[in-house]
């Protein structure tokens, strides 16, 4: 399938807050309770559509093991986008943002958009942390906030496609080198260069395991 | 002029050579491993529970004591932090629900059992507690890494495996079973502590084994070897040796994989991690993790060992001729779990030479899930095993040849007994 762009993102965050519930939530839209523990890197791909133009997200689903971050880290180069996941009813998962946080910047290019999530939305009852602390913290660290629920799928699209349409934002500003492919972005094999697709918002499509 | 002679390189270690006296596997198809039935008294002595010279007798005794040592260690981190004697949960997961309720049963059943006992095993149980509350005096935990190595384990281990028919219906209990192993595992090796991949691990003991006391053991022997596996600097190294031998035995793939996007071999990590759990069907996982802990065809193992030893002597006795007492080159580091991961390599090499960056890797990995076979590809391991010692040989005996002109005859004769071991 044909694209405009190709944006690599990156799922960071501690073990167990719902990264992969997110990916494939946003891949193969449905939820699987217990997913099997991610080691090392997983991927998920899917095609959107900003603004008449169609691109194909490229997602790294990371392990959220600490002793291994080492080897994790060595995924952050090239990435365009990165979630950063904590769950809304474990504090520790938000204390630990900083320590990712820093971990991301220091090994990804500047430019990379961040897209902090509370993830588990649904479970309202048991939340820990305030919907306000994120959005502070989003705040304070130059990021764009969102709570969602892999579980019921609130907010997802809008998660992962918001955090394309900044990029896309970036690259019109021109903040973006596309040619340099370390920025996490690739330009499509056929560049559409007629708005003929017209179809905006998201048309999403699941676009497995293919090639890029 | 000696050489190890692909005999001794053939030969077993102490643990198969116990593991022999269990009935093998079923086919001659097979190739290795134990049968099923047996792999649970098998691994008792494979992993160093029990020793190989021990009496039925004296196992009796010793699986008391284990069990009380057991008792008494997570009894002491239980009192240490009461609020994690139960598993966090919340309440999303109905599974895990009647994980904890199974488990609860276990539990009352396993005290009633207790109570039930003879006043002379009490008396002798109780002898035991006191030995180990003596033992384990001293030991002192550190709070919050304890804490944050429990966050964990309550994060993973209800993620383990639970496809597996071990954890099913009322065997979801063992879910919790393995929480506790790991935990009290973690209590009492703060420098190892628990890291991803631990679960699945101890879950294969805890499986085979049916036994909390026999399995916390069993991987804690286990892990006084390979622990290192399960840090980062520790795996670096197992990632960098299967790179080198890659490049001993495929040249051409070793530089392709090396090309610009794709330096590293992370993408083998969770293959070396895990042990290819992911990638062989369950059974034959359990197989290939029995095969490569009975030190089958590694370069290090006791009969090697004594092999060199034996050819150092001889040399030092016979002629004293040069200094250059240098064996054949071979690598000891190479273990036979980086032959089979260099097989699956090999075996794949034109879709491998047909990727061109890290993400063609990673989905070519990700595709082999489940699709390998475990009986051929030991024996492409085997094969790659056997012609990378001959080629280190060769190497040796030429290098060696040239230094030493006159001795061709010795030559020839060390070439002829090659040959006819192989």
């Known amino acids: ?212 | 002029m000696h050489i190890p002679s692909l005999k001794t390189l053939k030969s077993t270690s102490r643990a198969s050579y116990y593991i022999r006296h269990f009935k093998s596997s079923g086919s001659a198809e097979n190739k290795g491993g134990v049968c099923p039935s047996e792999r649970g008294l098998a691994w008792r002595f494979v992993f160093g529970m029990y020793p190989c010279s021990s009496t039925a007798l004296e196992r009796s005794l010793l699986h008391e004591q284990l069990l009380v040592r057991y008792q008494a260690m997570k009894k002491k981190w239980q009192q240490f932090l009461p609020q994690a004697v139960r598993m966090h949960l919340n309440g999303t997961d109905a599974e895990l629900i009647a994980a904890v309720k199974y488990f609860d049963q276990r539990e009352a059943e396993a005290q009633q059992q207790t109570q039930d006992q003879c006043e002379e095993v009490r008396d002798r149980l109780t002898f035991l507690e006191l030995q180990a509350q003596i033992l384990f005096e001293r030991v002192t935990f550190e709070h919050d890494e304890l804490r944050e190595a429990i966050r964990i384990i309550d994060k993973d281990a209800p993620r383990t495996n639970r496809d597996l028919s071990y954890y099913q219906n009322e065997g979801l209990g063992n879910l919790l079973v393995l929480r506790d192993i790991l935990i009290t595992y973690a209590a009492f090796h703060p420098e190892v502590s628990y890291a991803q991949g631990m679960n699945d691990l101890c879950s294969r003991f805890l499986e085979v084994l049916d036994s909390e006391v026999d399995t916390f053991w069993s991987f804690s022997c286990y892990m006084e070897k390979f622990s290192k596996d399960f840090r980062a600097d520790g795996l670096h190294r197992k990632i960098e040796l299967e790179a080198a031998l890659l490049k001993e035995l495929d040249p051409v793939l070793y530089t392709h994989l090396v090309k610009d996007n794709m330096e590293s071999f992370t993408f083998c990590h969770r293959w070396l991690l895990l042990g290819f759990q992911r990638e062989f069907a369950h059974s034959d996982a359990l197989r290939l993790f029995e095969i490569l802990s009975c030190d089958h065809l590694e370069l290090i193992s006791q009969q090697v060992d004594r092999a060199r030893y034996q050819e150092r002597l001889a040399r030092t006795y016979s002629t004293e001729e040069t200094s250059e007492s240098e064996l054949p080159a071979l690598n000891t580091d190479f273990t036979f779990e980086l032959f089979i991961c260099a097989a699956i390599l090999i075996e794949n090499r034109e879709s491998l030479l047909r990727c061109r960056d890290d993400v063609q890797l990673i989905q070519f990995t990700s595709s082999l899930q489940g699709r390998l076979d475990l009986n051929s590809t030991l024996k492409k391991a085997e094969h790659h095993f056997y012609n990378y010692c001959k080629r280190c040989a060769w190497d040796y005996l030429n290098g060696h040849c040239r230094a030493h002109r006159s001795k061709d005859e010795d030559f020839f004769y060390q070439l002829r007994s090659l040959f006819v071991l192989k």
């Open chain 1, 1 to 212: 399938m044909a694209y405009a762009y190709l944006f690599k993102y990156i799922i960071i965050g501690d073990t167990g807050v719902g990264k992969s519930c997110l990916l494939l939530q946003f891949t193969d839209k449905r939820f699987q309770p217990v997913h099997d523990l991610t080691i090392g890197v997983e991927f998920g791909a899917r095609m959107i559509t900003i603004d008449g133009k169609q691109i194909k997200l490229q997602i790294w689903d990371t392990a959220g093991q600490e002793s291994f971050r080492s080897i994790t880290r060595s995924y952050y180069r090239g990435a365009a986008g990165a979630l950063l996941v904590y769950d809304i009813t474990r504090r520790d998962t938000f204390n630990h943002l900083t320590t990712w946080l820093e971990d991301a910047r220091q090994h990804s290019n500047s430019n990379m958009v961040i897209m902090l999530i509370g993830n588990k939305s649904d479970l309202e009852s048991r939340r820990e942390v305030k919907k306000e602390e994120g959005e502070a913290f989003a705040r304070e660290h130059g990021l764009i906030f969102m709570e969602t629920s892999a579980k019921t799928a609130s907010n997802v699209e809008e998660a992962f496609i918001n955090t394309a349409k900044e990029i896309y934002e970036k690259i019109q500003e021109g903040v973006f080198d596309i040619n340099n492919e370390a920025n996490g972005i690739k330009i499509g094999p056929q560049h559409p260069t007629t708005s003929s697709i017209l179809t905006s918002g998201q048309g999403g499509q699941q676009a497995g395991g293919g090639c890029c």
